[in-house]
């Protein structure tokens, strides 16, 4: 789990970055910078 301050450098980088602060455990939020593609998954 992240702080929300801690999403502060990325923040203008990706829309909806709050997401990723406290995802599920065993899922990711992979996010393409240029493309603004987003990839979500379960590792387990």
Known sequence: ?????ELDPVR???????RVA???KGSFIAYHR???????????
Do not use: W
């Open 1 to 5: 789990m992240m702080e929300p301050d």
């Open 12 to 18: 203008p980088c990706f829309r909806n970055v709050d």
């Open 22 to 24: 406290s995802p599920p």
């Open 34 to 44: 240029e493309s603004g593609a987003k990839l979500t998954g379960r590792v387990f």
